[in-house]
């Protein structure tokens, strides 16, 4: 017999087994890490740059030129104007967007075992908004800003005060975004927590709406599934991870959380 979650989400009898899988596990550990990408976000309607319904679904922005090209380092020294342009665009539907009940689980289980880390590739913030607290933004966070010519930085509630480009407010110079931009390295910090975090192992591993293509997003689940851990992917489509994990879950990422979360309390 087929059943709803609160989010709207039908749970055929292979899923509901497979939620029940995933709750035995959860039972079971004291740490757990939460992987998670773009497939989360998008549960609150924000859109990805790429792919169906992307900000760039099919096109490039300007007479051709790749987004990734517009959101790099290089564009961004050249002609912060023009970047700045699709950053606030960026911006913008974060804005209009929210954490879902799927960022809510995730800083909820934080709170009910002994040991829980996010390890996420969005920039979005959602995860802090929604309670969590340790959080590996390993690409960044769009409402930190730094300087490109001295050492300020600052959180920011929004963009929407900005000119294009943005000033700083000590030396003039431009502002940019605390992010991980297309031909950048990942950041000092958040890849030092990540190596002592992943180092140290966890009992289980959620990979959530994300393809996994990057090696440090695959390998805490290729990790445990060498050393004989648990790991489970909530994904509707199939991804470079999906014949190593323990449980496959192919459903949206929040009301599967959600449905997780409910049958563990329970």
């Given at each position: ?102 960022h809510e689980v995730i800083a ?143 459903l949206r990422a929040a009301p599967?959380l959600d449905a997780i979360w ?5």
């Amino acid at each position: 017999m087929d059943s709803l979650t609160p989010a709207g989400e039908t749970l055929t009898l292979d899923d509901a087994r497979g939620v029940e899988r995933v709750v035995d596990l959860l039972r079971r550990s004291q740490s757990v890490l939460f992987i998670t990408g773009a497939g989360l976000s998008a549960d609150s309607g924000l859109p990805t740059y790429r792919g169906a319904g992307g900000l760039y679904d099919g096109c490039d922005p300007e007479d051709g030129v790749p987004i990734e090209s517009l959101l790099s380092r290089e564009a961004l020294e050249r002609r912060p104007d023009l970047t700045w342009k699709y950053l606030l665009q960026i911006e913008r539907a974060c804005r209009s967007a929210a954490p879902n009940r799927g960022h809510e689980v995730i800083a909820e289980a934080e709170r009910a075992f002994e040991r829980v880390w996010v390890l996420t590739q969005n920039v979005d913030g959602f995860h802090r908004r929604a309670g969590s607290r340790n959080v590996i933004d390993i690409h960044g966070d769009l409402y930190r800003v730094r300087c490109l010519r001295c050492p300020y930085a600052a959180p920011v509630a929004d963009y929407s005060s900005f000119t294009v480009p943005p000033a700083c407010p000590r030396c003039g110079g431009t502002l940019r975004p605390d992010v991980v931009l297309f031909g950048e390295h990942l950041p000092a910090a958040q890849l030092a927590t990540y190596k002592r975090e992943v180092e140290r192992g966890f009992d289980l591993v959620f990979s959530i709406g994300t393809r996994s293509v990057f090696p440090y997003i695959s390998a805490p689940v290729l990790d445990a599934y060498h050393l004989h851990r648990s790991s489970v992917e909530i994904n509707p489509g199939e991804t470079d991870v999906s014949e190593f994990v323990t449980v496959k879950l192919p459903l949206r990422a929040a009301p599967a959380l959600d449905a997780i979360w409910r049958a563990y309390r329970g």
